[in-house]
């Protein structure tokens, strides 16, 4: 056996399996299968089939998921930086299909990073709806804004707080939540032999305690009829069946919705807490496992948690307490100027909106000094880097871009989206001190909150100009830039600009739209997919994809 497990752990695994327990172990003898998700904001599933680079096998819990053999390297491909895929755990797929996400949903991810599982949702909600995805690491979320980016996601809002300050400012507003919950990782011995190492010390009593807390604020974040999707990455049923058992107790106006077992899941096991567990909640054999000697794939526990309806007290209690405000703002998509931001901090706050003349304020006109950094720390000297950061190369803050007051910000980018797009922008434009979002929520909807990023990201404004994002770029289709250029993924000058190399290219090879001149910001697209900006001018194309993003490997 490959992988070192903790001796209590088999142990307890041998009491609970019985005379599944070899086939169990022999499991840990095989290699973790490989899987990738085809990104559907971006490509249709049967077109990537056609094109796809690797050899394809269907998983069965995922309709756009697919196996790959071993030794593959997915993100050794111009497809991988143009967001056509997404590479995952195949078991890690299962939970976003079993929340069934509809259309112009409201969907919280409350345990995001790295972003996987939110990504997947915003290929379900096609652009619609609002997504709010969230981690409590703020490590974390770096990953978690990037994979959102890369993939194209328009209609995001990226957080960076505690469920209970969540649910403060979203009481029972969301349709679907997915609580992908912190555990004790024992289905991923397999994949990470260092998760099976920290076993001890990241203790399974260590992860009840958190995991009751998630579900118990996820509840009163959930709109009447609204679904919940609780997973683990792990078998101890401690923090699996003993926490819906809890939940369910404690939330009477909750059904479990059986898992349908044709893809090889498992039901559940409550008699593995107790007799009398399982007798009181003999729904619990309708939540799931999936065993690696069972499925391709790691281990996982999924329960699915509907709610009644509109008739439960909980719910009624705030029918006239401001929620029906929420659900219009659901529903309110027109393009708004919405609100406007100082820069000197991470974290956006409604209540800094800034006057005409650009002077950050409180409600009762007095400025606002924040006194943190760009950690949310105590200290002077930070800069903000994540929502506002701009320092110049000298070190010091841009004090002529910060003269410039929202109005001309917004005017540039305005201007810009005329000339160079041909983009339907909905939600609310917000301007944070020289950058500027496209979010699918009131600014109201974030006040107080730490907000990575309040939507999609469309660019920077120099001095008077536009700067488009990278962000910007990946979301768009070819149709929607006035300019662009198709470069093949079987030609290195794919490879090259994903480097960062300038290319040569003639003006016959430019799609120009409405009789536009070529000179300027150029969409660049590998094989029709967008993957960022380049400058075209004179036969050249200087690269404008960001550093940070680069291709790195030979």
């Known amino acids: ?88 755990e195949p078991s890690a797929m299962s939970p976003v299909e079993l929340l069934n996400v509809a259309q112009d949903e409201a969907v919280l991810d409350l345990c995001a990073a790295p972003g996987g599982k939110s990504t997947q949702i915003a290929a379900k909600l096609q652009g619609s709806g609002v997504l709010v995805t969230n981690d409590i690491s703020a490590d974390r979320t770096k990953a978690l804004a990037k994979n959102v980016e890369l993939y194209g996601v328009r209609n995001a809002v990226v957080l960076n707080e505690s469920p209970d300050r969540i649910a403060a400012a979203f009481p029972h507003f969301f349709d679907k939540i997915l609580i992908d919950a912190p555990c004790s990782g024992e289905g991923m011995f397999r994949k990470d032999e260092d998760m099976a190492k920290q076993w001890e010390t990241h203790s399974v009593d260590k992860c009840v305690v958190m995991q ?116 219009e703002d659901k529903n309110d998509r027109a393009l708004n100027i919405d609100a406007v931001y100082p820069r000197k ?25 924040s006194g943190k950094g760009m950690d949310g720390k105590s200290g002077k000297g930070k800069s903000a880097r994540g929502l506002g950061g701009n320092k110049s190369r000298s070190g010091k803050e841009n004090v002529k871009s910060a003269a410039r007051s929202p109005q001309d910000v917004l005017e540039s980018y305005h201007q810009f989206v005329k000339e160079q797009l041909e983009v339907c922008l909905t939600g609310y434009t917000v301007v944070y001190g020289d950058r500027i ?64 190399e300038t290319l040569s290219i003639p003006v016959e090879r430019m799609a120009l739209r409405n009789e536009v001149q070529p000179k300027g910001y150029t969409l660049v697209c590998i094989d029709g997919y967008s993957a960022g900006w380049g400058k075209w001018q004179d036969g050249m194309l200087k690269n404008e994809y960001p550093t940070g993003w680069r291709w790195t490997s030979v």
């Open 345 to 369: 901090k991470q974290f956006l706050s409604v209540k800094e909106a800034l006057t005409p003349s650009g002077q950050g304020r409180h409600a009762t006109g007095e400025p606002k000094r």
């Open 1 to 88: 056996m490959g992988v070192q497990l903790p001796t209590a752990f088999v142990k307890r695994m041998e009491q609970l399996l019985g005379d599944e327990f070899e086939a169990f172990m022999t499991a840990y003898d095989h290699t973790p299968h490989a899987g990738i998700r085809v990104n559907t904001l971006k490509i249709p599933v049967e077109d990537f089939k056609e094109r796809s680079p690797f050899e394809l096998r269907p998983i069965p819990w995922c309709a756009t998921g697919f196996y790959i053999p071993h030794g593959t390297k997915p993100g050794l491909h111009p497809y991988y930086h143009a967001g056509l895929y997404y590479v995952q």
């Open 437 to 500: 979002y496209q979010s699918p929520l009131a600014s109201h909807r974030l006040d107080g909150l730490k907000v990575v990023r309040p939507g999609w990201f469309m660019g920077t404004d120099k001095n008077g100009r536009f700067v488009p994002s990278h962000p910007l770029a990946v979301a768009l289709r070819p149709s929607e830039a006035v300019r662009s250029i198709n470069l093949s993924s079987s030609d290195a000058e794919a490879i090259r600009y994903l480097k960062g």
């Open 212 to 327: 009751r807390d998630i579900l118990r604020v996820a509840a009163s974040m959930l709109s009447a009829g609204g679904r919940i999707v609780y997973s683990t990455c792990t078998f101890a049923p401690e923090e699996n069946e003993g926490m819906i058992a809890e939940f369910l107790g404690a939330h009477p106006d909750f059904d479990v919705v059986p898992v349908p077992s044709e893809a090889g899941f498992a039901p559940g096991h409550p008699e593995w807490m107790s007799e009398e567990v399982a007798a009181a909640h003999p729904e619990l054999w309708g939540t799931a496992r999936l065993w690696p000697h069972l499925v391709e794939g790691e281990g996982h526990f999924i329960a699915v948690l509907q709610h009644q309806g509109g008739n439960a007290a909980a719910m009624e209690d705030h029918t006239e307490s401001g929620d029906l405000t929420q659900r």
